[in-house]
């Protein structure tokens, strides 16, 4: 079972930025390159919801609609670590944020085996 540890939340005013950063480890059968990691949200009331994958192998990047042009995703294989830099933040991107890891993951489906605990993100005035 992989360990990732999600950082970088925190309390931001509207139209600001933050960056996260998704840390993982605990390989054994399959290393870092292998899998497919995504950012999901979830607000309070709400079900989890994709925001952006970045993909083994050509390391293509996918996102929800509603963060295209906002979010950008990447991954630094050296580092196993996945970063998502949320920019132009609104009061409606307020949410817990999660990464997670497969190495078939569906992209911005929540199938995913290996789960972080979560960072908030609170974007108030």
């Known amino acids: 079972e992989l360990q990732l540890v999600e950082s970088g939340g925190g309390l931001v005013q509207p139209g600001g930025s933050l960056k996260l950063s998704c840390e993982v480890s605990?390989?054994?059968?399959?290393?870092?390159?292998?899998?497919?990691v995504g950012w999901f949200r979830q607000a309070p009331g709400k079900d989890r919801e994709g925001v952006a994958c970045v993909d083994k192998g050509n390391g293509r990047a996918y996102y929800a609609d509603f963060v295209k042009g906002r979010f950008t995703i990447s991954r630094d294989n050296a580092k196993k670590t996945v970063y998502l830099q949320l920019n132009s933040l609104k009061p409606e991107d307020t949410a817990v944020y999660y990464c997670?890891?497969?190495?078939?993951?569906?992209?911005?489906?929540?199938?995913?085996?290996?789960w972080g605990q979560g960072t908030q993100v609170t974007v108030s005035s």
């Open positions: 997670a890891a497969d190495p078939e993951g569906a992209h911005l489906k929540p199938w995913y085996g290996d």
């Open positions: 605990g390989f054994t059968i399959y290393d870092f390159d292998d899998y497919i």
